[in-house]
T-cell receptor, first 111, second 115 residues
């Protein structure tokens, strides 16, 4: 059972554009929603995270939008740069378990 | 801080052989996680330790997999006997926290190939 569904699987954006990645979850017990960034040959690294008591969190060019009623959250990368090219994972945490990850989005920013 | 350390970085072995992956968490962190990453299944949690005690091993695929954490600075994931379908990248992560863990720091991973 896939508890966190992520889309799209891959995404190509022009430099300077906005990259948008979406996730949906099923388990209402989830109460922490991080996004991880992974470069080839490296482990995932925390990028930004949100709790469900707020609808938006912004850190620099990265913004998480959260819709609790729809059980959806998304990552927006403004002014996308070639250095942002990576695989992005949404995740969710609830209870005492480790993170449940989405399948990942392979993002390519074209110069 | 050296971050989470994993060894070996790459492992190639033949089907049926025993494989041991090693992890050193960040000093002071009291939660440790083992994940497996494949193209088909993405990142999957295998097992989670808190204060060296296994809390949730429901993600361990089968009895061929076992994990130990003898002390706060070392953990192993063992596969015996290994099979080609075990080929994946195995990540160890650590976190400062108890049962409700937040930011997890991942190691560089071990790429395992079973032929």
């Amino acid at each position: 059972q896939q508890q966190v569904k992520q889309s799209p699987q891959s995404l190509i954006v022009q430099k300077g554009g906005i990259s948008i990645i979406n996730c949906a979850y099923e388990n209402t017990a989830f109460d922490y929603f991080p996004w991880y960034q992974q470069f080839p040959g490296k482990g995932p690294a925390l990028l930004i995270a949100i709790r469900p008591d707020v609808s938006e969190k912004k850190e620099g060019r990265f913004t998480i939008s959260f819709n609790k009623s729809a059980k959806q959250f998304s990552l927006h990368i403004m002014d996308s740069q070639p250095g942002d090219s990576a695989t992005y994972f949404c995740a969710a945490l609830g209870g005492a378990d480790g993170l449940t990850f989405g399948k990942g989005t392979h993002l390519i920013i074209q110069p | 801080d050296a971050g989470v350390i994993q060894s070996p970085r790459h492992e190639v072995t033949e089907m049926g052989q025993e494989v041991t992956l090693r992890c050193k968490p960040i000093s002071g962190h009291n939660s440790l996680f083992w994940y497996r990453q494949t193209m088909m299944r993405g990142l999957e949690l295998l097992i989670y330790f808190n204060n060296n005690v296994p809390i949730d091993d429901s993600g361990m695929p089968e009895d061929r997999f076992s994990a130990k954490m003898p002390n706060a600075s070392f953990s192993t994931l063992k596969i015996q006997p290994s099979e080609p379908r075990d080929s994946a990248v195995y990540f160890c992560a650590s976190s400062l926290g108890g049962g409700r863990t937040y930011e997890q720091y991942f190691g560089p991973g071990t790429r395992l190939t079973v032929t």
